[in-house]
């Protein structure tokens, strides 16, 4: 492997956690709809109405996010709304314990109201932090190997680019 492709490997480790990390996530709160409401009410933001509603299409947008990321399709615009997504996770988090809410995130699964003391905050917010790292990586960075992007986005090679001719070249 050369150097120059080392940033494409690192890519590819990236991508393929990202994605392990929203196919779990999603997967989790697929397998148990009531919980994941739960979850998402515990963090007392929502009207009773959109809670039931974002349990429900959260664990879908989540696999989605995943499946695209382990096929390589659409890297960065996949990155972008994991930053969006997960940043948000980050502001739910931080709002919850600003407010001294006592909950798990329920990011993976289960979720919902704790005993006060056993919420982890610090815990939970460095590690979404980790994960908004790796989408803003992706952002930024979205070649990686074994992706489908690089099917469509594939390099033209110099021999393959036409030279246009100029106006005095062309003949009417």
Do not use: H, N
Request: net charge negative; proline share 7%.
């Amino acid at each position: 492997m050369t150097p120059a492709r080392l940033p494409d490997l690192l890519g590819t480790a990236v991508r393929i956690a990202l994605a392990a990390v929203w196919l779990v996530s999603g997967g989790m709160k697929l397998a148990d709809p009531i919980q994941a409401a739960v979850a998402v009410d515990a963090y007392r933001i929502l009207p009773d109405a959109l809670v039931t509603v974002v349990a429900a299409v959260l664990p879908l947008l989540e696999i989605a996010l995943g499946v695209l990321l382990l096929a390589g399709v659409g890297t960065r615009l996949v990155a972008v709304v994991s930053v969006l997504l997960l940043a948000g996770f980050v502001a739910g988090l931080v709002q919850a314990w600003a407010r001294g809410l006592s909950i798990d995130c329920g990011c993976f699964g289960g979720g919902g109201p704790v005993p006060p003391g056993e919420e982890q905050y610090p815990l939970l917010l460095l590690r979404d932090l980790g994960f908004l790292a790796l989408a803003l990586w992706l952002s930024v960075r979205p070649r990686t190997l074994l992706a489908v992007d690089r099917i469509w986005d594939a390099p033209v090679e110099q021999d393959d680019v036409r030279r246009q001719p100029s106006d005095a070249e062309r003949t009417w």
